[in-house]
């Protein structure tokens, strides 16, 4: 079976630093070439293959900023690191969540035969068929909270959304990294 995704508690070493720029362009930080290091590191060793991290983005959600529901091709896994300390927040704790698709019965993007079994024969059909801007055609199956320096490590072809942002200012807003994953 394929495991689809992770949860990796404590992940950074220097959790404090690397947030503590999250507003900042990551390859503007200061702390990203040991951020950058770390992530491979660790990503390589929890996955055990080596893995090449293709980019990194600092990301400041804030209340009612809407994430869409994608999958993400390019890439064989994505990684978000949550970065709000348990003071800075005010909310229920909702993070990065995970759907099914209602008449597909799919939780990921469609391969080659369940475009077949679903009759989509070309990219049209397929954003035809999976319309992601209208939730009442996805079942979320699972969402996984927010906890402080939490690496939440999944297949980026399954159908996700990084949840609704909250807060008004930097200290009580979601705060997170996503980190696009290549296999090496």
């Known amino acids: 079976m394929k495991q689809k995704f992770i949860i ?3 992940f950074y070493e220097s959790a404090h630093h690397i947030g ?3 507003d900042v362009d990551f390859y503007q930080s200061k702390f990203k070439d040991n951020a ?3 992530l491979t590191d660790k990503i390589s060793i929890i996955l055990n293959r080596n893995v090449q991290v293709k980019h990194v983005f600092n990301e400041v959600s804030y209340e009612n900023s809407y994430n869409p529901i994608v999958a993400n091709t390019a890439c064989d896994w994505i990684g978000v690191v949550y970065h709000n300390l348990p003071t800075e927040t005010n909310h229920l704790g909702r993070g990065v969540s ?3 698709h209602n008449a597909t019965k799919l939780d990921c993007f469609p391969d ?3 475009c077949d079994i679903n009759g ?3 990219d049209n059909d397929i954003v035809k068929c999976f319309n992601t801007s209208d939730r009442s055609y996805w079942k979320e199956y699972i969402n996984i909270f927010i906890k402080y320096n939490r690496l939440v490590l999944f297949r980026a072809d399954l159908w996700h959304s990084y ?3 909250f807060g008004n200012e930097l200290n ?5 990294q996503k980190v696009l994953i290549k296999n090496d």
């Open 98 to 100: 995970f759907y099914i």
């Open 20 to 22: 503590s720029e999250i």
């Open 8 to 10: 990796v508690d404590d």
């Open 36 to 38: 950058l290091h770390e």
């Open 120 to 122: 989509l024969q070309n």
């Open 163 to 165: 949840g609704m942002g």
């Open 112 to 114: 080659k035969l369940a």
């Open 172 to 176: 009580n807003s979601m705060k997170y």
